[in-house]
């Protein structure tokens, strides 16, 4: 590269210089911008750590390469959320309004995002008249669909209530 220069053949622009094209005319030599520096590294493990608290806590995505961005509102109070997690299909989100429908619990507020194959849902119902033990119940119902790949009940303690349909056995 440094004989091709000097001879006047070209030019040269890069954010990784060679030490011997520091004082080439023919050279132009940027700062390197990515994530090496300390500050960029600790800035990007922080948006990480915050990027994950807020999905355990409340469903939200952001910065996925595989998953669609997806926010709500916060939970209403007496209301319990649902992530759930589905084949990007017609009919899934009415199945899964359904499933809550037959057992008399009431939504208050959803979203439902696609990604390519993948859609994630987010769904908060009402507990009115209704516990936690029987929110479970059409957790199980809705996990078990045809076309679920997950669900997660988003209540109490983050990262828990997580299921999963395998092999047309309920996983929790």
Known sequence: MKTHL????GKYVSDFPDDLL????NAVLLPHLGASTAE?????????????????????????VNFPATSLPNRPEDS?????????????????SDAFAQSGLNILQQINQSR???????????????????????QEKITMLDGVLSSRVIYGVPGTGYAKNVGGDYFV
């Open 116 to 138: 390519g194959d993948v859609a994630y849902n987010v769904v908060d119902v009402g507990l009115s008249g209704h516990s936690v033990v029987d929110f479970k119940t059409v």
């Open 6 to 9: 000097d001879n006047n053949d």
């Open 22 to 25: 520091w004082n080439n005319s």
């Open 80 to 96: 319990i959320r649902l992530a759930v997690v589905t084949q990007n299909k017609p009919g899934m989100l009415a199945h899964i």
């Open 40 to 64: 960029a590294e600790d800035a990007a493990a922080s948006m990480a750590a915050d990027t994950i608290r807020e999905f355990l806590e409340s469903g939200t995505i952001r910065n996925s």
